[in-house]
């Protein structure tokens, strides 16, 4: 099983940055499907970003150029640099996992689709300030 931790999270005023990290550890790592979803208050999770193995990413459009998924196996570690950042991006964010899904030489990621991921993390909160 994966074990997930994430941490970068904090306190920015609107147009900063942000880079949260994902430290990811256990065995086949470097295969699995990854992504980050962000929860508000009263609001449903979302999907923010997903990236597969062949480093393919997939973004929410409400994240489109400003957010960069990028995962770095030799570190263990899934990147989320944050710019340009609006009050409506303040959310707890998850990392998530699961593995891919091989049919014939293809492993397919399920890209945003929450209810696929079955390893998350404790989420770091991400508060953007106007």
């Known amino acids: 099983q994966v074990h997930l931790v994430e941490s970068g999270g904090g306190s920015v005023q609107a147009g900063g940055s942000l880079r949260l990290s994902c430290g990811v550890s256990g065995p086949g790592q470097r295969t699995w499907c990854l992504a980050w979803f962000r929860q508000a208050p009263g609001k449903e999770r979302e999907g923010v970003a997903s990236i597969d193995n062949y480093r393919r990413v997939i973004y929410a459009d409400s994240v489109k150029g400003r957010f960069t998924l990028s995962r770095d196996n030799g570190a263990n570690t899934l990147y989320l640099q944050m710019d340009n950042l609006r009050p409506e991006d303040t959310a707890r964010y998850y990392c998530?996992?699961?593995?891919?899904?091989?049919?014939?030489?293809?492993?397919?990621?399920?890209?945003?689709?929450?209810?696929?991921?079955?390893?998350w993390g404790q989420g770091t909160q991400v508060t953007v300030s106007s």
């Open positions: 998530a996992a699961v593995r891919p899904q091989v049919v014939g030489s293809d492993w397919r990621c399920p890209a945003l689709a929450l209810v696929q991921y079955n390893t």
